[in-house]
């Protein structure tokens, strides 16, 4: 009988230990996902208020009628006149989004988010690479 022949790959415990975890490790990364968009929903909701309460208060600084303001702040329709007002002031589909405040401040948070899920992938893509060496120098000492 050959040497390890007859045992089961799963029944090895270093194999059971990766694979539980990379079950776990997708877990949380499946909950992390879910936690980024509610936390970036929560951002942006948060960003648009305080965008319409600095428009409400500069129109109200501006003595015009509170009936107007919020008129302006609930209307959904568009129409040439706001088109052309925000192009004369240069902002258009090409604005660069740094150029709009809560935009900017927007993609801050998301690039932060984005690196802290990312750094600990690039760790399993070196844990990857070590396994490998691993498994390829036991299956050169297992033949020899």
């Given at each position: 009988m050959e040497r390890g022949g007859d045992m089961k790959f799963f029944r090895d415990r270093q194999i059971k230990g990766y694979f539980?975890?990379?079950?776990?490790?997708?877990?949380?990364?499946f909950a992390f996902g879910i936690y980024f968009c509610k936390k970036q929903v929560s951002a942006v909701r948060l960003m648009y208020?305080?965008?319409?309460?600095?428009?409400?208060?500069?129109?109200l600084e501006q003595e015009v009628p509170e009936e107007v303001v919020v008129t302006a702040i609930t209307s959904t329709t568009k129409n040439?006149?706001?088109?052309?007002?925000?192009?004369?002031?240069?902002i258009?589909?090409?604005?660069?989004?740094?150029?709009?405040?809560?935009?900017?401040?927007?993609?801050?948070?998301?690039?932060?988010?984005?690196?802290?899920?990312?750094?600990?992938?690039?760790?399993?893509?070196?844990?990857?690479?070590?396994?490998?060496?691993?498994v390829n120098f036991m299956r050169k000492r297992m033949i020899l």
């Open positions: 539980i975890f990379q079950f776990i490790f997708m877990i949380i990364l208020l305080e965008h319409d309460i600095d428009i409400a208060s500069s129109l040439a006149n706001g088109t052309e007002l925000l192009n004369s002031i240069g258009n589909k090409e604005t660069s989004s740094s150029m709009i405040p809560f935009l900017s401040e927007f993609q801050i948070v998301i690039f932060y988010y984005l690196v802290l899920l990312y750094l600990p992938l690039f760790y399993l893509q070196e844990l990857s690479f070590f396994l490998k060496k691993g």
